[in-house]
């Protein structure tokens, strides 16, 4: 299982930032994904989560209206759209895999080393 973000960088608050994960070693269209971060200093907080269809996406309330998650099921790649950035959005981006059941995830423990945000004020 290879999992590798990219897009990350430093922007002003209110800029935008698109994050994406290119997977391999696994039938990414069979997994819900997700993407957790972990800010400095902070254990890892889940952002957002999307199952196999793309249909059905769940959000942490601290970036609901800001973030949208979305998968190219044909190109193995997950998808972060972050809008409106925050100082407080500053973290390292990780995509995940696991499941997701309504609003809950369950992380198999499958991470990539991540892409990092910085948001100045």
């Known amino acids: 299982v290879q999992l590798v973000e990219s897009g990350g960088g430093m922007v002003q608050s209110g800029g935008s930032l698109r994050l994406s994960c290119a997977t391999s070693g696994f039938t990414f269209s069979k997994y819900d994904m997700s993407w957790v971060r972990q800010a400095p200093g902070k254990g890892p907080e889940w952002v957002s989560a999307i199952n196999t269809h793309g249909n059905i996406t769940a959000y942490t309330n601290s970036v609901l209206g800001r973030f949208t998650i979305s998968r190219d099921n044909d190109k193995s790649t997950l998808f972060l759209q972050m809008n409106s950035l925050k100082p407080e959005d500053t973290a390292l981006y990780h995509c995940?895999?696991?499941?997701?059941?309504?609003?809950?995830?369950?992380?198999?423990?499958?991470w990539g080393r991540g892409t990092q945000v910085i948001v100045s004020s």
């Open positions: 995940t895999r696991g499941s997701l059941a309504g609003s809950t995830w369950s992380d198999e423990g499958h």
